[in-house]
């Protein structure tokens, strides 16, 4: 880009809905009576995804504020106390339920681009696998660990991390907790 006297660019995602998805995810959302918080825990890249354990905290901390929706496929974890739609609709479906949620957080996944997309703040968990200036987005909070050995690009089945994912594990679940009272105290 600099080749071409680009010297920064912020990308936006764009996400479109039908009208009848619009009104599906609606009438699908109307059971809850807190705000929607929607979470993917799982990317298809095992350097990218959080722990369990780390998830069943935020999920504690947050359950009395919000309807917590989970997204994703059938290989997310089960949680207790959250509304699971992971594996049970198509890609269009879950960025509809996406569209109505007023928070969402995930790994670096297709879940981060469709909520961009459709303008939902996020807080996404970077780690260290992948650069924040490749494939975040400015408007997200983007939470990233960059120990010497990042970005390291490595992929499922081609090569294993030998520091057994220091870069998404150093990421704290308080450090999490934080970004999102932040996050909310904005809005």
């Not at 739609?85 to 996406?98: D, F, V």
């Not at 494939?135 to 294993?160: A, K, M, V």
């Given at each position: 880009?600099?080749?071409?006297?680009?010297?920064?660019?912020?990308?936006?995602?764009?996400?479109y809905l039908s009208e009848e998805e619009k009104k599906w995810a609606k009438q699908e959302?109307?059971?809850?009576?807190?705000?929607?918080?929607?979470?993917?825990?799982?990317?298809?890249?095992?350097?990218?995804?959080?722990?369990?354990?780390?998830?069943?905290?935020?999920?504690?901390?947050?359950?009395?504020?919000?309807?917590?929706?989970?997204?994703?496929?059938?290989?997310?974890?089960?949680?207790?106390?959250?509304?699971?739609?992971?594996?049970?609709?198509?890609?269009?479906?879950?960025?509809?339920?996406?569209?109505?949620?007023?928070?969402?957080?995930?790994?670096?996944?297709?879940?981060?681009?469709?909520?961009?997309?459709?303008?939902?703040?996020?807080?996404?968990?970077?780690?260290?696998?992948?650069?924040?200036?490749?494939?975040?987005?400015?408007?997200?909070?983007?939470?990233?660990?960059?120990?010497?050995?990042?970005?390291?690009?490595?992929?499922?089945?081609?090569?294993?991390?030998?520091?057994?994912?220091?870069?998404?594990?150093?990421?704290?679940?308080?450090?999490?907790?934080?970004?999102?009272?932040?996050?909310?105290?904005?809005?």
């Amino acid at each position: 880009m600099l080749r071409l006297g680009i010297e920064q660019y912020d990308y936006k995602a764009s996400y479109y809905l039908s009208e009848e998805e619009k009104k599906w995810a609606k009438q699908e959302t109307n059971q809850f009576d807190k705000p929607i918080l929607a979470l993917c825990t799982k990317s298809k890249e095992p350097v990218k995804n959080w722990s369990q354990e780390n998830w069943l905290e935020i999920l504690q901390n947050l359950k009395a504020n919000f309807s917590i929706i989970q997204l994703g496929d059938d290989k997310e974890p089960i949680f207790e106390e959250v509304h699971r739609y992971a594996g049970k609709l198509s890609m269009r479906e879950s960025a509809a339920i996406l569209s109505k949620a007023k928070y969402f957080i995930g790994p670096d996944s297709l879940l981060m681009h469709i909520a961009n997309g459709l303008d939902i703040p996020s807080i996404i968990i970077f780690g260290g696998s992948r650069p924040v200036g490749c494939f975040g987005y400015s408007e997200n909070i983007n939470l990233r660990n960059t120990p010497d050995c990042s970005p390291c690009w490595i992929h499922d089945g081609y090569e294993q991390c030998k520091f057994d994912v220091l870069c998404i594990k150093s990421i704290s679940v308080n450090r999490v907790l934080n970004e999102i009272r932040g996050l909310i105290s904005i809005k």
